[in-house]
């Protein structure tokens, strides 16, 4: 009895002990799964696990994309989500998997301008605020794009070109048929010759010569240009086998370079254009042409600043020194006969003894076509244009980004590539002979900002190749833009009014030229954070034919812009956009001060499309377009400049105030910049080219040409004739 209840008294005293240990022994075990969890962390993957390989830049860029744009679609869905009056508003979200929806809506702040912690430019007369590139923002729209090709085939026709005959070989390889056609015993393949001519109205056109037989190791005329190849089944000549086309460049007459000296020797000149393409957007989609450019030897210019709105003025005035209404004075724009006499630079450099050469990688709507006709003469003595029109009109064509992406068997820019590279074999590698040439790219940037993310690869390639055939070592080689996105998904971002404004822009000088003209390149090293504007450019261009011109007042001023310099020569430190004759509107200089958006703002506002409508009226569009009344305001800022005393201070009597708002007819949305008299509440020397439209027209103006109405026209019958009431 008593040792029955000498047992109960001691499980009585080992039960909590009991307890207590297995607790214990729990934490211990729980301590040590943590504690070996996180020596697996830092020790290194488990020896069963398969290591990720490392990531190279632009895919990490692209995953980091994919990201950011997955979570602004979860932000919209869950947004749209809880938009919904018609769903039960009971319903509820599991708090350890749903996303807080006013978190990512504030991730994303309201689309204004962002006070400026760093610049691109900063002086007392200059604060250009810099913008990231991979921003969270920025990369929530940005979706990389794939490079599609335009067959898989073999080229059944090759090129060589012999550089004893200085002439181009054609070839048909036998092998290839069999892999395309092995039933085709008997092949017949021709080429035909492009050339170009106008009809009696003045219309540029192109011609197909009659088809030549092609026999082996055949031989091309010198002074062919371009031509299209057709295979086809010698029994059945509807069954076309394989058709292509080829630029050409070839040298009718040869001439090597004599001078030897660094001082005797002209630098070749390449510009490498690629259409809407910012500073930021250039880096975000292009991650390995970017850090190309960062090689020893190239400058980036980011103080480099559009001075009108789109790709023709813009481009007039680096390739001819003022836009088209400047240039007006000594040349018309409105025909195409009296445009070749205005003063392109390769005029200049042609008179100085260089070849020339000018291409694009689009028919419709090219630089010089779009608003006439184009050139009635070919402008340089190399021109790929009468090519590709003849393409256009005999070959297959793939749209892709808004333009033809591929033209036959081939990606359209793979053309103009091609071309350039010619160009650049035949006079910078084998003759040694200087050489200008001029070379612009739209049909991958000029409409979808991603899609230069698919143009990188390539355009790598090439200038690999040329850097390969040396072309680097003697040339003077430009990459440019003319100006950012201007509409769509970049402008609606709060560095917006950056992306559209600021055109990258690069430029390479080879290691004989910066150790005979040092004070150039320390120059241009300098001139990379200060403001430089097309203008800009274009005396660089007339400088590189005048090296003796040592000083700025040397070089003789430029007409429509006295105060612009060569990039070549150390630009004032303290320089204004009107210094560099940019406008107020495409200044990005100084910054704004977000207003209110009381009644003061918006008689701003209506007084601006007041005097939109006005200038329909005085241009008699109005009988066409409807006209423009105020949605809504979407915000104000007003211009904050700094004075001499370094104090931040408004204008006086005059106020400039930049303005983003939409309009009915429904659609319109615009950002315009005004100049406000505050004593007489009036606007001051209003500018319709200070108006720009943030999204595309498309159809919306299809009963006008004239391009700046474009931007403001909504024709009539267009829309619902009762939208006023809306």
């Known amino acids: 009895m008593e040792r029955e209840k000498m047992w109960h008294r001691r499980r009585s005293f080992f039960k909590p002990k009991r307890c207590t240990i297995i607790f214990f022994s729990l934490l211990l075990i729980f301590i040590w799964a943590n504690h070996s969890n996180r020596d697996d962390d830092a ?33 919209h869905m869950l947004k749209a989500e809880k938009d919904r009056t018609f769903v039960d508003t009971s319903r509820g979200y599991d708090t350890t998997t749903a996303i807080d929806v006013d978190f990512l809506k504030n991730r994303n702040p309201k689309m204004t301008a962002k006070p400026a912690s760093r610049y691109f430019v900063y002086s007392r007369k200059c604060k250009m605020p810099y913008a990231d590139p991979f ?3 920025a990369l929530s729209v940005f979706t990389p794009a794939k490079l599609k090709t335009c067959t898989n085939e073999s080229d059944l026709i090759t090129l060589s070109f012999d550089r004893n005959l200085q002439k181009y070989k054609i070839h048909v390889n036998s092998q290839v048929l069999i892999g395309l056609a092995p039933d085709v015993s008997d092949l017949k393949c021709s080429y035909q010759e492009v050339t170009h001519g106008r009809n009696v109205t003045g ?8 088809p030549v037989d092609i026999t082996p190791d055949m031989p091309l005329d010198k002074n062919m240009n371009g031509i299209i190849t057709e295979c086809h089944d010698e029994k059945n000549p509807s069954r076309i086998i394989q058709k292509d086309a080829f630029p050409l460049v070839q040298v009718v007459n040869q001439t090597s370079r004599t001078g030897s000296h660094p001082v005797d020797i002209q630098p070749s000149v390449i510009m490498l254009g690629l259409d809407t393409m910012s500073r930021m957007n250039f880096r975000r989609t292009m991650p390995r042409t970017a850090e190309f450019v960062r090689k020893l030897g190239w400058f980036e210019l980011e103080g480099y600043n559009k001075v009108a709105d789109n790709t023709y003025p813009n481009l ?20 195409a006969e009296e445009q070749d006499s205005c003063p392109w630079i390769w005029r200049d450099y042609k008179k100085a003894g260089y070849s020339t050469a000018y291409g694009e990688d689009i028919v419709e709507d090219s630089v010089f076509s779009v608003h006439d006709s184009g050139f009635r003469h070919e402008p340089t003595d190399f021109y790929l244009r009468p090519l590709l029109m003849g393409l256009t009109h005999s070959m297959r064509t793939y749209r892709r980004f808004g333009y033809d992406y591929c033209l036959g068997r081939r990606i359209t820019v793979s053309y ?25 790219s739209c049909t991958f940037t000029h409409d979808y900002h991603h899609g230069a993310s698919s143009l990188d690869g390539i355009f790598m390639d090439y200038l690999e190749l040329l850097e390969t ?37 690069h430029i390479y000088l080879p290691p004989w030229f910066r150790k005979t003209y040092n004070r150039f390149a320390q120059s241009l090293y300098l001139n990379r954070n200060r403001l430089s504007s097309p203008y800009d450019l274009h005396n660089t261009l007339r400088h590189i034919l005048q090296l003796n011109a040592s000083t700025s007042d040397q070089l003789p001023p430029l007409t429509n812009c006295p105060t612009s310099q060569s990039l070549l020569h150390t630009l004032p430190r303290e320089r204004s956009c009107k210094d560099a004759c940019i406008g107020d509107h495409w200044c990005t200089c100084n910054e704004f001060m977000a207003i209110k958006l009381n009644g003061d703002a918006y008689n701003i506002v209506k007084l601006t499309l007041f005097y939109i409508n006005r200038w329909l009226v005085l241009n008699q569009y109005n009988q066409k377009c409807d006209r423009l009344c105020l949605e809504d305001l979407d915000y104000a800022e007003r211009k904050v400049l700094n004075e001499d005393n370094g ?4 204008y006086g009597t005059i106020s400039i105030y930049r303005l983003r708002f939409h309009t009915n007819p429904p659609s319109g949305r615009f950002e315009a910049t005004v100049r406000y008299d505050n004593n007489r509440k009036r606007l001051s020397d ?5 108006v720009s439209r943030l999204n595309r027209y498309h159809n919306d103006s299809l009963c006008i040409e004239d391009k700046i109405a474009k931007k403001f026209c909504f024709c009539r019958g267009t829309f619902d004739p009762d939208w006023t009431n809306q």
């Open 43 to 75: 020790g290194g993957p488990v020896p069963d696990a398969i290591e990720r390989p490392s990531l190279s830049r632009s895919e990490r860029l692209y995953q980091l994309a994919k990201q950011e744009h997955l979570k602004d679609r979860q932000y």
């Open 135 to 137: 921003s969270s923002e």
């Open 203 to 210: 219309k540029f056109y192109s011609i197909l010569q009659q």
């Open 316 to 335: 007039c005035t680096v390739l001819a020194g003022g836009t088209p209404e400047e240039l007006k004075k000594i040349c018309s724009f409105s025909y």
């Open 416 to 440: 103009l590539y091609d071309f350039c590279m010619q160009f650049a074999q035949r006079f910078i590698e084998e003759l040694e002979q200087p050489a200008f040439g001029f070379f612009w």
């Open 469 to 505: 055939r040396q072309v680097f070592e003697k040339s003077i080689v430009i990459l440019l833009s003319d100006h950012g996105e201007r509409f769509g998904e970049l402008v609606e971002l709060s560095d917006g009014f950056l992306e559209e404004r600021l055109p990258m822009l």
């Open 647 to 650: 104090q931040e201070s408004l």
């Open 686 to 690: 209003f500018n319709i080219d200070d």
